[in-house]
């Protein structure tokens, strides 16, 4: 699935999930709920779109609104049929390129986890139930350790999106 061989599977399981040096990045929290801070270099942003948009299964779609949105979903025959994986229309991650920002589907418990480890918040709109639950913003990497959490939270992402189950080579 990702290119880069950061990502080890065992350590960074979520049960092992680092927790996130420093201080959160500052947000801006609202319906449009942005990174405001400590983006880092963007090429790691921009490596990790790279890579994630080479997946099986992933179509990108294009935003005729604003070209620094990436949205990024399942094809149609990959997604799950579990609405609690999706912002949208089988859509689990977007990316705001402009603005720097992170927004990421992931399961529930994970998602806890992620957010108290310092790698994310919840989403703004999850209290009005406009986005599932386990909706976060991730903030963006700021150096190869954050890159790899990043792809680790991504391919989490993705597989609770995908109804195909690569650890069992079966579809669910």
Not at 82 to 96: C, K, P, Q, T, Y
Request: charge should be positive; aromatic fraction near 10%; hydrophobic fraction near 40%.
């Amino acid at each position: 699935m990702p290119r880069s061989e950061t990502i080890q599977r065992d350590y960074l399981a979520s049960d092992s999930l680092p927790v996130r040096q420093g201080s959160r990045p500052k947000t801006i929290v609202g319906p449009l709920h942005i990174q405001c801070n400590r983006h880092g270099d963007s090429k790691h942003l921009n490596k990790l779109v790279e890579d994630v948009l080479t997946w099986p299964y992933i179509e990108s779609i294009p935003s005729f609104v604003n070209r620094d949105i990436v949205r990024v979903r399942l094809e149609e025959e990959a997604a799950s049929s579990d609405s609690a994986a999706f912002i949208g229309d089988r859509e689990f991650a977007r990316l705001l390129l402009a603005g720097p920002t992170i927004y990421l589907v992931l399961p529930l418990r994970l998602a806890q986890r992620a957010i108290a480890r310092r790698w994310a918040e919840p989403h703004y709109l999850q209290s009005f139930g406009l986005v599932p639950a386990g909706t976060v913003v991730v903030y963006t990497p700021e150096n190869r350790e954050e890159l790899a959490v990043c792809y680790f939270l991504f391919a989490e992402a993705y597989r609770f999106a995908c109804k195909f189950d690569r650890r069992r080579g079966v579809w669910a």
